[in-house]
């Protein structure tokens, strides 16, 4: 497993942008596919993207297309969700995530809040 630590959360705006970090330690970093989740309150936690080793596979869910965008920095063993155009529905505790191989995720960050003002 990966220790995961999420970071750059904030309070903002209906309109800004924001940039999400995920710092990973351990030396098979890049192996991992990553992904962000959120959850706010009284929902279900649930999928935001998802990016694989190579960073050649991004998925996005509807919700967020075309406004976020997930990268990675294999060297840097850091993930990143660039949020832009962010609207109060998008306000939640977002998480990172790594996974090893195949369905599931094996770790998880403590998560980072990100609040936006209409």
């Known amino acids: 497993q990966v220790q995961l630590v999420e970071s750059g959360g904030g309070l903002v705006q209906a309109g800004d942008s924001l940039r999400l970090s995920c710092a990973a330690s351990g030396r098979t970093f890049l192996t991992y596919k990553m992904a962000w989740f959120r959850q706010a309150p009284g929902k279900e936690r649930e999928f935001v993207a998802s990016?694989?080793?190579?960073?050649?596979?991004?998925v996005y869910a509807d919700s967020v297309k075309g406004r976020f965008t997930i990268s990675r920095d294999n060297a840097k063993n850091t993930m990143y969700l660039q949020m832009n155009s962010l609207k109060p529905e998008d306000t939640a505790v977002y998480y990172c995530?790594?996974?090893?191989?195949?369905?599931?995720?094996?770790?998880w960050g403590q998560g980072t809040q990100v609040t936006v003002s209409s």
């Open positions: 990016i694989s080793w190579s960073s050649l596979s991004k």
């Open positions: 995530a790594a996974g090893s191989g195949g369905v599931g995720w094996d770790s």
